[in-house]
């Protein structure tokens, strides 16, 4: 059974930093394309950065710069580091699992529809 588990949000102020955990069991994400998605109160999920198989990241232009996505395979968790927020980062933040190994292009950004696995999503709360 695959299980993917966010934590680490949380309420900070504008120019705050987290650190978003997801804990990945039941499916080997490392050939996999991964992803962290957000969602804000009444919007669409975006696509926050991409982590292709071999590693090739994605960024959103919105967050270039200031997230870092990084995994530590040992523990099979991947982490979002979220530096310089702003009270347009607020939002429900979920970790995704693609079937397909290669995201490489930000086409994928937008394509939350072919993600097959989601966290419950981790809440995130920037106050300027």
């Known amino acids: 059974q695959v299980q993917l588990v966010e934590s680490g949000g949380g309420s900070v102020q504008s120019g705050g930093s987290l650190r978003l955990s997801c804990a990945v069991s039941?499916?080997?994400?490392?050939?996999?394309?991964m992803a962290w998605f957000r969602q804000a109160p009444g919007k669409g999920r975006e696509g926050v950065v991409l982590?292709?198989?071999?590693?090739?990241?994605t960024y959103a232009d919105s967050v270039k710069g200031r997230f870092t996505i990084s995994q530590d395979s040992a523990e099979n968790t991947l982490y979002l580091e979220m530096n310089s927020l702003k009270s347009e980062d607020t939002a429900m933040y979920y970790c995704?699992?693609?079937?397909?190994?290669?995201?490489?292009?930000?086409?994928?950004?937008?394509?939350?529809?072919?993600?097959?696995?989601w966290g419950q999503g981790t809440r995130v709360t920037v106050s300027s």
């Open positions: 995704a699992a693609a079937q397909f190994s290669y995201c490489r292009t930000d086409y994928f950004l937008s394509r939350a529809d072919l993600f097959a696995y």
């Open positions: 039941g499916y080997p994400y490392s050939g996999h394309c």
């Open positions: 982590l292709s198989s071999g590693g090739t990241t």
